[in-house]
């Protein structure tokens, strides 16, 4: 089985910087895109980022503060978070594609940790 583990949430005030880390574990024959996506209390699961074969992807919201980045040889994806705000404050979701034979790619999610952006 695959396990994707998320670190790295917490309290900060706006204007500060927190960085997320997601590690990938368990039967993984190749990773294709890894990413992050957030979910603020009483709304739906927004995409943040993503990264794949050295393209990465921002939602509008989030260019210019947000970097995401990866180590392969550690399959893990971090997410660098810098100028945070208020409306930041949400669980963070690590998402990736990972293939656990050499057939087929299925989609995985880690159980979330909570940013929480005080003004």
């Known amino acids: 089985q695959v396990q994707l583990l998320e670190s790295g949430g917490g309290l900060v005030q706006a204007g500060g910087s927190l960085i997320l880390s997601c590690a990938a574990s368990?039967?993984?024959?190749?990773?294709?895109?890894m990413g992050w996506y957030r979910q603020a209390p009483g709304k739906q699961r927004d995409f943040v980022a993503d990264?794949?074969?050295?393209?990465?992807n921002y939602a509008d919201s989030v260019k210019g503060r947000f970097t995401i980045s990866r180590d392969n040889a550690l399959n893990t994806v971090y997410l660098q978070m810098n100028d945070l705000k208020p409306e930041d404050t949400a669980v963070y979701y690590c998402?990736?594609?990972?293939?656990?034979?050499?057939?087929?790619?299925?989609?995985?999610w880690g159980q979330g940790t909570q940013v929480t952006v005080s003004s």
């Open positions: 990264s794949n074969g050295g393209t990465t």
């Open positions: 368990g039967r993984i024959f190749s990773i294709g895109v």
């Open positions: 998402n990736a594609n990972i293939a656990t034979s050499g057939v087929s790619y299925y989609q995985f």
